[in-house]
């Protein structure tokens, strides 16, 4: 469960990083049935072909994961979209564009999206998705999506 010092830091910089959220058996399976899906139904991957498989609709309920939902929106917790991605090693992709999806009038998110990492990764492979995956604290809380690119000029009118 999130714990006070977890809570500050999520209120204020708008994610916070769990580990070990899935280990073991747990694991294990989660991973046969990614295989499996991706095999089978083909990408994209989304609900509509994941809860035909049991682990998916078990992984929902997965405590580790559910609780941290429970804790921030109680029993007003929803599922809005479920989705499985795949990037294998040496992508040459375009690089993924993460964004806030909605502002937030208030105090409290009416949203989270949970993302789960299911290989391990070394120090270097983490040290390099540190170094290309920025995460911008505090973004949450701005009014709108689109940041500055240039020098902002800011008129000063007195009465």
């Given amino acids: 469960m999130i714990d006070d010092k977890d809570w500050e830091f999520f209120d204020a910089n ?3 990083l769990l580990h070990g959220v899935l280990d073991g ?66 992508n040459d992709g375009p690089l993924r564009g993460w964004h806030r999806d909605f502002s937030f009038p208030g105090d409290y998110p009416l949203s989270i999206n949970t993302i789960v990492y299911l290989d391990p990764m070394t120090d270097e492979e983490r040290e390099t998705l540190e170094n290309i995956c920025v995460v911008d604290p505090a973004t949450h809380r701005l009014a709108c999506r689109a940041r500055p690119t240039g020098p902002v000029v800011v008129d000063i009118v007195y009465d």
């Fill in 25 to 90: 058996d747990d694991l294990r399976r989660i991973k046969e049935a990614f295989d499996e899906v991706w095999e089978s139904e083909g990408p994209p991957c989304t609900q509509h072909k994941l809860l035909k498989y049991a682990p998916f609709i078990e992984l929902i309920e997965h405590p580790p994961i559910l609780d941290q939902h429970w804790a921030i929106f109680g029993s007003q917790t929803q599922l809005l979209q479920y989705d499985l991605l795949r990037q294998g090693p040496g």
């Fill in 14 to 16: 708008g994610y916070i």
